[in-house]
């Protein structure tokens, strides 16, 4: 792998933070289904020094929103550093290479590279399909860039490459279970710097997956963040359990969240107020957010985990509580070295 | 084979407007298999077009005809005469059927009858399944012999994703995940270690992508030298 | 077959070993069913194609009763199963093409069940008698 002179692949503080040994934080900003460039200033605000990166999703669940690059280089002017996604789904492997260049010289330094959920999830179903590529074939290309400064056709860079801190996902939990810890090693194969997980509430059953995890060294050639996600209400537990693949709720949470709105489990829904509903909301969200730190707290634990990757999915604002209450505030500042004489 | 599925009646009835005269042309092949275009699915489709054409006040003169396959001239040739004495010609070809016809015989005018959907096999009778792209360069050799650029709804070539369930695909439970079944497949027969390697992104000039393709074997070309 | 006739027709196809039966033993035992019912016997339900029950309809009739076996007793096992798919799936053409789906009605009985056989048959009729003569014999009338 070539680096810059100072050492560093992509130089972005997430690389930093976590080549130097801190347990790292990110969170995620989901952009708006408008060009209004406020929303992403105002959530900016929320997230500025409560995480190392905040990642901004692409068209999530195929979903037309602000691009997450367009975002990404206002994140860069509020001065909070973005985590670009790309999904294969909506570019071919000329717009990606594209996207990326534009990316880099505005000022993105990390990207986490997705398949993308399938457009008949999202409000544009009637679209046509692209992926051209798949995940780890980005993966694999996104690192060629930096380190063998080639395009995807082999062809040498003349200028200025990207170099770019590479990450992708992996699901611990999704189907065929005994797979995924192969896959992720197919990952880092092709050169994955950093994992963001997708979310996890089982504690022991994502232990079973970092020993395999373990077993075939893969925590020392790419840091592993683990994905948390506070919960809001018994209601939205129970859906991601039924609906999202690959997400595991132990009966012990979702108890823990209805048990939290039990002062008001006596009223029926209609006899509750206005004032009933914001204070039940209230409580299901503070456990929520309780519920999240603990789990914080025993990722931290488990050995190979780098850090967490924080998804409070338009509630940003729980970011900060979080981060506090697992004594992960305030952030670490790793300054850039100088650069070294080439 | 190619698989198709019958328009409606409503938008037959339109396609064909106006016109009088109408041959319902069924084929004997593909659509024969499928149950979309036969010769018993022409008589069907006429006997509907007349009485709904009579219901509606305007009685057309429906006949049906079918031949052996639409798509290869020496067959098409049969039905010439009564191409030539009609206002349209509904075929109820596969879409290379349709535009045959209206290549053979410019004069006619052809509308389809069917929706030519994809290249898949009957898993039971009244079921058909899509199993090919014609992607133009065929991988099945390194996935156990299933193909995941028709039947992974990514076309992944490292996949799975993070959205198989149980086996099935996230984006309809009623498909199976393609990777699911690759990654079944050899383990089965003790070839896990094929899935490790990468494999790199697809040359799609091999498959529509790159344009219609066309293929010419000299070997086969029929006349005197020039 | 042509309708020659302005007075209902509605066809029964009607299958050999139980359908048919009954209604053999229903004139045995003389008791009375429509006269507009006429009974064309099939060795099985099963054999009952989409395309025979619309020529019917084509040619002016003005009903179509496929009577077969009771369900789970079909002589040939699952002729009747696969009747009454057809049978659902002509309903649906027929509205497509602008007839009325009742025209059209699957019955199980078994080989015995004279008396059921005439019901059906009088259930039919009275229906048919309601939606009137099949709006396509007009256009026969005319044409012949």
């Known amino acids: 792998m070539t680096s810059n002179t100072n050492g560093y692949l992509s130089g972005s503080n997430l690389e930093r933070v976590l080549k130097n040994g801190h347990f790292a934080v990110t969170a995620e900003l989901g952009p708006p289904q408008s060009a209004d460039g406020s929303v992403i200033r105002k959530k900016a605000a929320l997230l500025k020094g409560c995480c190392d990166a905040a990642n901004i999703t692409d068209n999530q669940t195929a979903i037309v929103r602000m691009s997450s690059i367009g975002a990404g280089a206002i994140l860069v002017q509020e001065g909070l550093e973005p985590v670009a996604q790309m999904t294969c789904r909506d570019r071919n492997r000329l717009a990606m290479q594209s996207d990326l260049l534009g990316a880099y010289a505005l000022g993105v330094r990390n990207l986490l590279c997705l398949t993308g959920d399938h457009q008949s999830f999202g409000n544009h179903p009637d679209s046509k399909n692209v992926f051209d590529m798949d995940s780890i074939q980005m993966v694999q290309m996104v690192s060629n860039m930096r380190d063998k400064r080639v395009f995807q056709n082999g062809e040498e860079f003349k200028g200025q490459e990207p170099r770019f801190f590479v990450g992708a996902v992996e699901s611990p939990f999704a189907h065929p279970v005994e797979f995924r810890p192969h896959r992720l090693a197919k990952k880092v194969k092709a050169g994955v710097n950093f994992i963001q997980t997708q979310i996890v509430y089982d504690i022991p059953a994502f232990k079973t997956f970092m020993e395999k995890v373990r077993e075939m060294g893969l925590h020392k050639q790419t840091y592993i963040l683990a994905g948390v996600s506070p919960l809001k209400s018994p209601g939205m537990a129970k859906y991601m359990k039924e609906n999202v693949p690959g997400i595991l709720i132990p009966d012990a949470i979702l108890k823990r969240m209805e048990a939290a709105g039990s002062p008001w489990a006596g009223k029926s829904k209609d006899e509750l107020t206005p004032e009933d509903k914001k204070a039940r909301s209230e409580a299901w969200q503070a456990e929520g957010i309780k519920i999240c730190i603990e789990l914080i707290q025993q990722l931290r634990k488990i050995e190979g985990v780098a850090g967490v990757h924080i998804m409070a999915i338009e509630w940003e604002e729980a970011i900060r509580p979080i981060v506090e209450g697992a004594g992960l505030y305030p952030r670490p500042n790793v300054p850039m070295p100088e650069a070294k004489a080439a | 084979m190619i698989v198709a599925e019958q328009k409606s009646l409503e938008e037959i009835k339109e396609l064909v407007g106006d016109a009088n005269k109408v041959l319902v042309l069924g084929c004997g092949t593909c659509v024969t298999v499928c149950f979309a275009g036969g010769s018993r699915e022409a008589a069907i489709v006429a006997a509907e077009l007349r009485m709904a054409s009579k219901l509606d006040a305007s009685p057309k003169d429906v006949t049906d005809a079918t031949v052996q396959r639409q798509c290869e001239w020496e067959y098409l040739d049969q039905a010439a005469e009564q191409v030539g004495n009609v206002d349209v010609v509904l075929s109820l070809g596969c879409g290379v059927g349709v535009q045959a016809i209206v290549e053979r015989f410019p004069n006619a005018w052809v509308v389809p009858g069917l929706n030519t959907t994809f290249m898949g096999m009957p898993i039971e009778q009244g079921v058909w399944a899509e199993r090919c792209a014609a992607c133009g360069d065929c991988i099945l050799g390194l996935t156990g012999g299933i193909c995941p650029i028709a039947r992974c709804s990514k076309s992944l070539l490292n996949g799975p994703c993070g959205g198989s369930i149980d086996g099935h695909c996230e984006i309809n439970p009623e498909i199976a995940c393609a990777w699911q079944l690759i990654y079944d497949r050899l383990k089965s027969k003790g070839k896990l270690e094929v899935l490790m390697d990468i494999q790199p992104p697809k040359n799609w000039r091999t498959s529509r992508d790159g344009g219609p393709r066309k293929i010419v074997r000299e070997d086969l070309r029929l006349g005197k030298e020039e | ?144």
């Open chain 3, 1 to 144: 077959m042509t309708a020659m006739t302005n007075s209902l027709q509605i066809i029964a196809y009607c299958c050999e070993h139980c359908a048919y039966a009954a209604a053999d033993l229903a004139g045995g035992l003389r008791m009375q069913y429509p006269p507009e019912v006429k009974i064309v016997m099939l060795p099985c339900t099963g054999k009952m194609d989409v395309l025979l029950a619309l020529q019917a309809f084509e040619d002016g009739a003005d009903g179509v009763m496929v009577a077969g076996c009771l369900p789970g007793d079909c002589h040939y096992l699952e002729g009747n199963d696969n009747a009454k798919r057809r049978t659902d799936y002509l309903q649906t053409l027929l509205n497509e093409i602008g007839l009325e789906p009742e025209r059209v009605k699957m019955f199980n009985l078994s080989s015995a069940m004279a008396g059921k056989f005439v019901e059906a048959a009088k259930e039919m009729t009275e229906k048919i008698v309601k939606l009137g003569l099949n709006p396509l014999r007009e256009r026969i009338k005319d044409e012949g």
